[in-house]
């Protein structure tokens, strides 16, 4: 954890700002990250909820899986996009409830909404977070540091849901800050203080190094910014090409990305958690031609972009996966057949919990930055896609119920109102 500081120490770039250039403004990026919003949410509309580990998703014994939980449920381990069986394993007095996603989805109109009263240059990276560019907002004296302040109040105050804030001159910068003070604060970094967060910035905590990446960056030495910048960008290069002289830009604390208002799609797809694994190939040819036939079809609106590849996801029963990619010029079920056999060979006779399929689109500005998409924040989550893939069938109006007691006893699943309290 990156020492905190208070936000309250600098009026990030106000209207006498010294940070300013004359020639061009160094730009005010906000983070915006609600904390834990779905289950939030949750307790807000039921305040029993309150205190209790609590996890929005499905029945642990239908592969339900964990959309998000309240802190709670943190403390012990749990995280989205866990099984719930792994969830309730860890803690047997998890309560879950199932996820209402056209009603977080007009929540989160709301939140946009109170954005919108301070800039219009939003991108949204799901329905709980988002960046703003509030370089041209003259409220607030100007002050990113208090327009962040002033839409978490707005959040709190007609919303009773808290938001995180990270605040700095970069995109990537601004998304790690967001993290340092949750739930319900914010962290700032101004243009002068960049150059020393950056340099004592764990590797892992930039957006796009993976857990993978990390590990083969600390072979080499390579745990901070530092590291990287006396590494040297040649070598960094040489070891892993378009990747490393990325790394090596937000190891100087630069990132060129603006805040886009609108997204090109980079890809299409579509996974299915099995209610049974599948212990061979040929018990999953039906269902992997239903899911590359529901992925031709969300990709037709997107045909004249055209396909660089196909690729197929598998899942084993270890919750491992690998994932097999080819080029193609179309959806093929032939070539998706013949990537689900090459998959399922990896997993050396485990049986497989999860088949996916997606596509990857071709760039429609061949000439764009190609490096910089390496480091793309999450990108849209769908998760009312991912929700209804994974916890099919697994919720009804059912109220919530500790999950110890799921199984043993039917009549404590209570009908649960539709129509929730939003006063």
Not at 118 to 144: H, K, M, W
Not at 219 to 240: H, I, S
Not at 385 to 391: D, E, G, Q, S, V
């Amino acid at each position: 954890m990156l020492s905190p500081r208070s936000t309250l120490s600098t009026l990030y770039w106000g209207q006498v700002s010294a940070e300013r250039t004359a020639t061009k403004p160094m730009k005010k990026i906000i983070h915006i990250d609600m904390d834990c919003f779905y289950a939030a949410v949750e307790m807000r509309d039921d305040p029993t909820l309150v205190g209790h580990p609590l996890a929005v998703g499905g029945q642990p014994d239908k592969r339900g899986v964990v959309a998000t939980c309240n802190y709670e449920a943190r403390a012990f381990g749990i995280h989205s996009a866990m099984a719930m069986s792994q969830a309730v394993r860890r803690c047997p007095d998890l309560m879950i409830v199932p996820p209402r996603m056209s009603y977080y989805r007009d929540i989160s109109k709301q939140i946009r909404a109170i954005f919108q009263r301070y800039t219009n240059v939003i991108e949204p990276l799901s329905l709980d977070e988002a960046f703003l560019d509030v370089t041209d907002c003259d409220q607030c004296r100007g002050s990113a540091t208090l327009i962040a302040e002033d839409i978490r109040s707005a959040i709190r105050n007609e919303l009773q849901l808290t938001a995180s804030a990270g605040i700095a001159p970069v995109k990537f910068l601004a998304k790690i800050c967001s993290d340092e003070n949750k739930p319900d604060g914010q962290f700032v970094i101004t243009p002068s203080e960049v150059d020393r967060f950056t340099a004592a910035l764990p590797l892992r905590k930039i957006p796009g190094v993976g857990k993978v990446s990390a590990q083969k960056l600390a072979k080499l030495g390579l745990n901070t910014c530092q590291d990287v910048r006396d590494f040297g960008e040649p070598l960094l290069v040489k070891q892993f090409g378009k990747f490393g002289r990325a790394l090596y830009q937000r190891a100087l604390g630069i990132d060129k990305r603006s805040v886009v208002t609108e997204w090109v799609r980079k890809s299409v797809s579509a996974e299915r958690t099995l209610t049974v694994d599948y212990k061979d190939p040929s018990e999953g040819l039906e269902l992997l031609a239903k899911i590359t036939e529901e992925v031709a079809a969300r990709y037709e609106p997107y045909k004249e972009q055209g396909i660089r590849s196909l690729q197929v996801k598998l899942k084993f029963s270890d919750f491992s996966q690998t994932t097999m990619e080819r080029k193609a010029e179309r959806v093929d079920l032939e070539l998706a057949k013949q990537l689900m056999a090459d998959a399922w060979a990896r997993g050396e006779g485990k049986s497989v919990r999860l088949i996916g399929v997606g596509v990857s689109l071709k760039d429609p500005d061949p000439l764009g930055d190609q490096q910089l998409t390496l480091f793309e924040e999450e990108l849209m989550v769908h998760w009312e896609l991912l929700i209804t893939a994974l916890n099919k069938q697994t919720f009804k109006n059912w109220a919530p119920t500790p999950s110890r007691l799921i199984g043993k006893d039917s009549t404590l699943m209570t009908q649960r109102q539709t129509t929730p309290n939003q006063s």
